[in-house]
């Protein structure tokens, strides 16, 4: 098992800036992959950005392409999203996820399982 802690969701106006951390631990055999989805009230949760460890690579949806940032520090099994020139649809439950790969099909960011969430951030930014 996997456990995901995340922190640092807050409230905010439109244009200001939040960092996300999410802390992982267990058992990180599988894990290739760890990043950030969001669900805002009525809609379905999408994938925002996700790191994968085996192709250092990240992936990003569209909709925050040049204002959001993931990074990882490998030492602390700790992901990071650095969100920037935060909008009002950006309001959201942010959920941290860890799975066996990720990247995008479609355009829409995945992760392959199995997979472990985070219990959530709320983000909220006000206009």
């Known amino acids: 098992q996997v456990q995901l802690a995340e922190s640092g969701g807050g409230s905010v106006q439109a244009g200001g800036s939040l960092r996300l951390s999410c802390a992982a631990s267990?058992?990180?055999?599988?894990?290739?992959?760890m990043g950030w989805f969001r669900q805002a009230p009525g809609k379905e949760r999408e994938g925002v950005a996700v790191?994968?460890?085996?192709?250092?690579?990240?992936y990003y949806a569209d909709s925050v392409k040049g204002r959001f940032t993931i990074f990882r520090d490998a030492a602390k099994n700790t992901v990071y999203l650095v969100t920037n020139n935060l909008k009002p649809e950006d309001t959201a439950m942010y959920y941290c996820?860890?799975?066996?790969?990720?990247?995008?099909?479609?355009?829409?960011?995945?992760?392959?399982?199995?997979?472990?969430w985070g219990q959530g951030t709320q983000v909220t930014v006000s206009s």
């Open positions: 996820v860890a799975g066996t790969f990720c990247g995008t099909v479609d355009g829409t960011v995945v992760v392959g399982p199995p997979k472990y």
């Open positions: 790191f994968s460890n085996g192709y250092r690579s990240t």
């Open positions: 267990g058992n990180m055999g599988s894990v290739n992959c």
